[in-house]
């Protein structure tokens, strides 16, 4: 569903008409955030798992599987959104039938993030002493044994924090992706507050990313605080 008739409309209202506004180009956010985090969440621990357990001192070492991943991720990591954005519109309009609205935004946010994730998450398993994996193995522990037994465990609360610092950079992103048309609170920021000189409402959606990101950030300290205080 498209923000543009209503934000058409309304962008010469008063504030208060700019509740609706607001409310839908949130929905949309959401939906475009919530279903690229889940991709995101799951190809990014395959590649950070990968990333580690091939790496040369990882479990299973293997360079030429190591090294094509990490390219990848290296080369996507080094684009800028924006560019990113326009270069995928192809692989979007393939896969989705459309580069406009907040389900073709799913496509290149779930590509930006992901490899940043996998790289948080191949962090993550780092920073875990090599003891406890050792330990495991000299019990019998098979490379998956370790994998979701030691390293996942024993990395939660990184992780918690990847997920928390991923997050709000998909609000970031989803808030760029409307410069071209994915809807949401970056569309009305930009097509209906800044290009129509709409100062209210650019700062009205100003304020509502705000409280979005600091929502997400304090919430997700929470649970690493809770999950660590656990260990």
């Known amino acids: 569903m498209s923000a543009a008739p209503t934000l058409a409309a309304a962008s010469d209202g008063s504030l208060a008409e700019y509740v609706p506004i607001l409310w839908q180009a949130l929905g949309e956010t959401v939906y475009m955030v919530a279903l690229s985090a889940v991709l995101t969440f799951v190809l990014g621990l395959l590649l950070g798992i990968a990333l580690y357990v091939t790496a040369p001192d990882g479990l299973l070492p293997n360079r030429w599987v190591n090294l094509p991943i990490g390219l990848l991720v290296n080369v996507s990591r080094s684009l800028p959104f924006l560019i990113l954005l326009i270069v995928l519109i192809p692989v979007t309009r393939a896969i989705v039938g459309t580069s406009l609205g907040a389900t073709a935004a799913i496509v290149p946010l779930t590509a930006g993030t992901a490899p940043f994730f996998g790289r948080v998450v191949e962090t993550a398993l780092r920073e875990i002493d090599k003891g406890r994996i050792e330990a495991a193995q ?80 304090l919430g997700g300290e929470a649970v690493v605080r809770r999950v660590a205080r656990r260990r």
């Open 138 to 217: 000299a019990m019998g522990a098979t490379h998956l044994d370790v994998i979701r037994k030691v390293l996942l465990p024993e990395a939660l609360p990184a992780l918690l924090a990847g997920v928390t610092l991923t997050l709000v950079m998909f609000v970031d992103y989803s808030a760029m992706a409307g410069a071209i048309g994915a809807g949401g609170l970056g569309t009305v920021a930009i097509k209906y507050g800044y290009q129509r000189f709409n100062t209210e409402l650019m700062l009205a959606t100003v304020v509502v990313l705000v409280v979005i990101v600091q929502a997400i950030q």
